[in-house]
């Protein structure tokens, strides 16, 4: 039976590089998405029951990558609740609701692998980005949290702290940007694929990875 994979924000950036790196390792990736690729999964991350329907509809799951994200660079004082509430709701309550489905479904096959992208914003902090340094630090929480938990059940979970990368989250965003300073995605998508090679017995629950030039992680 082929092993399946599902990627969050598998449309584009750093989840668009995840799923070929896991098709390319022979896993049935499924790519969700709001704007999904072809033949990928239309997924409102946020939504309880979206969630909860599209993992069901999986006869199994082997990995899930928690992978979508967002943000707004404003400060605090112009920081609307709604905006708040957008970060913390995908970076943060998503991976919630999919880790909480994906437990359910790993726990009736015997094992599965969580892998949730976090950031060096769950490290350190800087200037107008107080929303996803709460969810970033949170997500970090909730991963070391679910390994801890979901360990005796033979469910590995992971956290991949990402410095810069080349993709739309921070070339869109940020114009001025060097791109040399950031890394290619490839790379950390070659991280996640590397972490699921690890025998049954051992698990990496956090790992850092940086771009050679990294300016927010010493």
Request: with cysteine; charged share 20%; net charge neutral.
């Amino acid at each position: 039976m082929n092993r399946v994979a599902l990627v969050t924000g598998g449309g584009r950036g750093l989840g668009a590089a995840i799923c070929k790196e896991l098709a390319e390792a022979g896993y049935e990736v499924v790519a969700a998405d709001l704007n999904p690729p072809r033949g990928g999964l239309q997924l409102d991350v946020t939504r309880e029951q979206d969630v909860a329907r599209a993992l069901s509809r999986l006869e199994r799951l082997d990995v899930l990558v928690n992978n979508a994200g967002i943000d707004f660079t404003l400060p605090i004082d112009e920081l609307s609740v709604n905006q708040w509430d957008a970060v913390i709701g995908v970076n943060l309550r998503a991976p919630f609701l999919l880790s909480q489905q994906a437990a359910k479904t790993m726990k009736r096959q015997g094992g599965g692998h969580i892998v949730n992208i976090a950031s060096t914003a769950a490290k350190r902090t800087w200037p107008n980005a107080a929303a996803y340094h709460a969810s970033k630090w949170g997500l970090l929480g909730l991963s070391h949290a679910l390994h801890a938990e979901l360990r005796p059940f033979r469910i590995k979970v992971s956290a991949v702290v990402a410095g810069g990368m080349r993709t739309p989250f921070l070339l869109d965003r940020f114009p001025d940007i060097d791109p040399g300073v950031l890394q290619d995605p490839a790379n950390v998508a070659k991280t996640v694929r590397w972490l699921l090679t690890l025998p049954d017995e051992s698990v990496i629950p956090e790992v850092m990875v940086l771009p050679m030039r990294e300016g927010s992680w010493p």
